[in-house]
T-cell receptor, first 112, second 112 residues
Framework: GESVGLHLPTLSVQEGDNSIINCAYSNSASDYFIWYKQESGKGPQFIID?????DKRQGQRVTVLLNKTVKHLSLQIAATQPGDSAVYFCAETSGSARQLTFGSGTQLTVLP | DAGVIQSPRHEVTEMGQEVTLRCKPISGHDYLFWYRQTMMRGLELLIY????????DSGMPEDRFSAKMPNASFSTLKIQPSEPRDSAVYFC??????????FGPGTRLTVL
């Protein structure tokens, strides 16, 4: 049907709670995944990445989980802070390809 | 490092005018990418370069769009003639190796 614009999924969490942002990818050949954070008026910023030979990777307050069986990726943010409010994108690529394919993004809002 | 630098940050022009967007990648990065972001279509890859050579321009919308990279520290994206539907935020990103991309702050283009 005719597109009327992207409908960004939204997630609202209380400050201090944990956040889980989900992403489904379509290409079963994708072997490298990245989460980006985009604050209003800024470019996407790298958060964390994971390769397909792993199912979990941890960073500072963030964890990425990869389930290749169902082609699902999630980003967990511990103790969410107001500064975490942003749009979060997952991106995938495969093999020697240079292009990243971006998801449509999730708007995270942290409530005081 | 100053990161990826884009200019101008904002551009307002009238339909039919030529628009030139500029990008300075991070020093030492061999790859440079141009993206367009709109509410309708999200983040789309337009073209990317490796060592100043265009590798894939399949995302360039039409012949009105052109991109050049005369040297390792400078790239331009030109739209001639511009149309209102070109209004978007244009991002440049650079990359030192496989897949990891660093984005600039973007240029917000409005074509009246």
């Amino acid at each position: 049907g005719e597109s009327v614009g992207l409908h960004l999924p939204t997630l609202s969490v209380q400050e201090g709670d944990n956040s889980i942002i989900n992403c489904a990818y379509s290409n079963s050949a994708s072997d490298y995944f990245i989460w980006y954070k985009q604050e209003s008026g800024k470019g996407p910023q790298f958060i964390i990445d994971i390769r397909s030979n792993m199912d979990k990777r941890q960073g500072q307050r963030v964890t990425v989980l990869l389930n290749k069986t169902v082609k699902h990726l999630s980003l967990q943010i511990a103790a969410t802070q107001p500064g975490d409010s942003a749009v979060y994108f997952c991106a995938e690529t495969s093999g020697s390809a240079r292009q990243l394919t971006f998801g449509s993004g999730t708007q995270l809002t942290v409530l005081p | 490092d100053a990161g990826v630098i884009q200019s101008p940050r904002h551009e307002v022009t009238e339909m039919g005018q030529e628009v030139t967007l500029r990008c300075k990648p991070i020093s030492g990065h061999d790859y440079l990418f141009w993206y367009r972001q709109t509410m309708m279509r999200g983040l789309e890859l337009l073209i990317y370069f490796n060592n100043n050579v265009p590798i894939d321009d399949s995302g360039m919308p039409e012949d009105r769009f052109s991109a050049k990279m005369p040297n390792a520290s400078f790239s331009t994206l030109k739209i001639q003639p511009s149309e209102p539907r070109d209004s978007a935020v244009y991002f440049c990103a650079s990359s030192p190796r496989v897949n990891e991309q660093f984005f600039g702050p973007g240029t917000r283009l409005t074509v009246l």
